[in-house]
């Protein structure tokens, strides 16, 4: 009977690990974003690795992942010389600033 149970543990925990493995190159969840003429686009479960576009620059950003992101306004998740990026925690949301420009990328903090 105990060898039964540890082995039932062991497919369990096993299991477990093959989605926690499967679910590393994406971040958990949603990324909601309003553009300026009030479009608003749903991003589900966005890539980890690289940079990640906007179809076009978004004036607001809502965070549903399990993921931080850092939010770019260059379409090549980089920082333009004397601007910066924002870093936006998993459960929150940020307005673009006109002064700054529009979000065009992010990246998935992992």
Known sequence: MAARRSLTALT????LGLVVTACEDHALGT???RTERETVE???DPPVEGCN???EGVVHVNNQTLNDIILYTTPDCTEPRGGQSVYLPT???DEAVRATGLWRS???VH
């Open 31 to 33: 990324i909601e974003v």
């Open 12 to 15: 369990g925990v096993v299991a």
């Open 91 to 93: 459960e929150t949301s």
């Open 106 to 108: 992010f990246t998935v």
């Open 53 to 55: 576009r906007f179809r």
């Open 42 to 44: 749903i991003l589900s």
